[in-house]
T-cell receptor, first 116, second 115 residues
């Protein structure tokens, strides 16, 4: 049972380009979370998705950022027209459920985005 | 502010000593998790403690949970240089307007173990 897979591991984009970050949750997990970590800082919640639904996007900037988790395929975090301030590590986590006790989240290794 | 807040922000100890990190949170939870992150690497899940548990052990790790004080502690005994990392607590208590819970993190404690 593979863990949470994120790709690419490293991504370099020029200012103004688009960045697409992919996350394949653990098998059987239908809940995906995205977090951003700036250098020397903690993790900041961005968005929480279930299959085909955005449950909570309160941590995601309103402009240029979008996320999806289609019925088939990985979850995608998309950043349009990237700026230097978007440089960070982006982590994806998945969990089996949201309510009750099975809310253990498993993390991918992250995608390190560098905007030049 | 974050649901989980770790204390201290940074900790430096000698190899062999014990390291204690604390986490406080605001709302009621189902469980609390601790993660480790080595510099430049991903997060590694260390231990999960459920709200009806008070203490849990895993190797050299000991986690306590006090739901009345909304706090948890992570104790690493007989620390090693390889324990140098940032440690985060994560809680599942914060709910959005739809009633869904999300896992939220504190800012972490940076632990340095000096050989």
């Amino acid at each position: 049972n593979a863990g949470v897979m994120q790709n690419p591991r490293h991504l370099v984009r020029r200012r103004g380009q688009e960045a697409r970050l992919r996350c394949s949750p653990m098998k059987g997990h239908s809940h995906v979370y995205w977090y951003r970590q700036l250098p020397e800082e903690g993790l900041k919640f961005m968005v929480y998705l279930q299959k085909e639904n955005i449950i909570d996007e309160s941590g995601m900037p309103k402009e240029r950022f979008s996320a999806e988790f289609p019925k088939e395929g990985p979850s995608i975090l998309r950043i349009q027209q990237v700026v230097r301030g978007d440089s960070a590590a982006y982590f994806c986590a998945s969990s089996l459920a949201t309510v009750g006790r099975n809310t253990e989240a498993f993390f991918g290794q992250g995608t390190r985005l560098t905007v030049v | 502010s974050q649901q989980g807040e770790e204390d201290p922000q940074a900790l430096s100890i000698q190899e062999g000593e014990n390291a204690t990190m604390n986490c406080s949170y605001k709302t009621s939870i189902n469980n609390l998790q601790w993660y480790r992150q080595n510099s430049g690497r991903g997060l590694v899940h260390l231990i999960l403690i459920r709200s009806n548990e008070r203490e849990k052990h895993s190797g050299r790790l000991r986690v306590t949970l006090d739901t009345s004080k909304k706090s948890s502690s992570l104790l690493i005994t007989a620390s090693r240089a390889a324990d140098t990392a940032s440690y985060f607590c994560a809680t599942d208590g914060e709910r959005n307007s739809g009633g869904y819970q999300k896992v939220t993190f504190g800012t972490g404690t940076k632990l340095q173990v000096i050989p």
